[in-house]
């Protein structure tokens, strides 16, 4: 049987990860994956997380199962979390799930269980294991315009001209904040034609939101997703804590599904929860219990929240940095996107070509399609990093 495997495409973003371990040139600068990490490279425990698990080791007297949706205190500290007041809590289901990747995942699945005919619009260009989880999945994927690549903004006329194409039952993803991989973020006045447009075609939003509190703050970073929940009948969103928790490994994330009336809220909580069920049943709990404590202990919030700040703000300077080299060393404006940009990426719009010369020149390791990590950076590599983009970039 195994030896009808046939080999699979590797993650690019992942391959990357490789490559940059295999490099084994000291001044090699790593843009790569979407984790965060400190001016010496190092991707720490947030405070809070720790005081968290140590407080969790003390206390906690049981491993055995929680409940296909995981602990409910957790669902209901993400729903304030990300939706604040902007629906009523009983029109929200909610199920953890291993990460971000499984809340979308989930989503896809449910949006199928829900419309055997579903088809699922994505950005140009989105994450791309958005994409791969479609194919994979096997369901109709169209993509709506999104971003000028030469100037590396939003295009939003182009944007809505593509979505003119949107039916009734089809599945809209979007980002919530901090837009994977270009950077480039609707405005909430724009966000708010994309919810009329859904509106008025019958479609279904399911918003992404991965990087909530790296972009303009927690409440600034959720008010796209809560004006969609307020504005949409029913909605589904993907949210993560690996990021703004710093729990990568530990897989927390949760599956929003709000409902038009709350009388299907329990319907759609049942079909999340038999959904877990069948992929994978109980989710993970460590991860989604730290996240939980935090959130429900005024203390332990408050430090969450003024760390979670710190990183923000660092990775803001490095983006006002990088474009001050950058308009220094090019004597014009053309980068100065990288400080309008939010959250950890920015897509530079170098060629494949220059993206790998480079990593072969100059030992930086970012994504094909140009998206940095901006966290990857610190103020000592931030002009390196502007030399070899100003020296290869046309
Ligand atoms: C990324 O885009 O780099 C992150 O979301 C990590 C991942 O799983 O790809």
Redesign the pocket.
């Known amino acids: 049987m195994l030896t009808n495997l046939k080999p699979q495409p590797a993650?690019k973003?992942?391959a990357l990860m490789g490559l940059y371990k295999e490099d084994p040139r000291d001044t090699k600068i790593d843009l790569?994956?979407?984790?965060y990490k400190d001016a010496s490279g190092h991707t720490p425990i947030m405070r809070a997380v720790k005081a968290a698990e140590k407080k969790l080791w003390e206390v906690e007297d049981s491993k055995s199962y929680t409940g296909l949706a995981g602990d409910p205190a957790y669902g209901t500290a993400m729903r304030d979390l990300v939706l604040a007041d902007s629906v009523s809590a009983d029109r929200v289901a909610a199920v953890a799930t291993p990460?971000?990747?499984g809340a979308i995942r989930q989503a896809f699945e449910l949006a199928r269980m829900a419309n055997p005919d579903v088809r699922v619009w994505v950005s140009n260009p989105t994450?791309?294991?958005h994409v791969s989880i479609l194919n994979f999945m096997g369901l109709p994927v169209l993509e709506y315009a999104y971003f000028d690549a030469v100037n590396c903004v939003v295009d939003f006329d182009a944007m809505i001209a593509s979505l003119q194409g949107v039916k009734a039952g089809d599945l809209v993803l979007l980002h919530g904040c901090c837009h994977?991989?270009t950077g480039a973020n609707l405005t909430l006045e724009q966000f708010g034609q994309v919810a009329d447009l859904l509106l008025e075609k019958g479609a279904t939003a399911l918003v992404d939101i991965?990087y909530q509190g790296f972009g303009d703050g927690l409440d600034d970073d959720a008010a796209a997703t809560r004006l969609l929940a307020s504005k949409l009948p029913e909605m589904l969103v993907a949210a993560?804590c690996?990021?703004n928790f710093g729990i990568?490994r530990e897989r927390a994330g949760v599956l929003m599904a709000i409902s038009e009336k709350a009388e299907t809220t329990p319907l759609a909580q049942g079909s999340m929860n038999y959904l877990n069920r069948q992929n994978f049943s109980f989710p993970p709990d460590h991860g989604p219990r730290l996240v939980t404590m935090i959130l429900t202990d005024p203390a332990l919030k408050a430090d969450w929240m003024a760390e979670l700040e710190e990183v923000r703000l660092g990775m803001l300077g490095l983006r006002e940095q990088l474009a001050k080299e950058l308009r220094e060393r090019t004597n014009s404006d053309r980068f100065d996107f990288i400080a309008r940009h939010r959250g950890?990426?920015s897509r530079i719009g170098a060629s494949p070509e220059e993206v790998l010369e480079m990593r072969e020149k100059f030992g930086i390791y970012m994504?094909g399609d140009s998206?940095m990590?901006i966290a990857g950076l610190n103020s000592v590599t931030v002009p390196i990093l502007a030399q070899a983009i100003a020296t290869t970039c046309k």
């Open positions: 993650d973003i992942l790569g994956v979407g984790v990460g971000g990747t994450w791309p294991n994977n991989p991965a993560s690996s990021k990568y950890m990426f994504v998206r990590n």
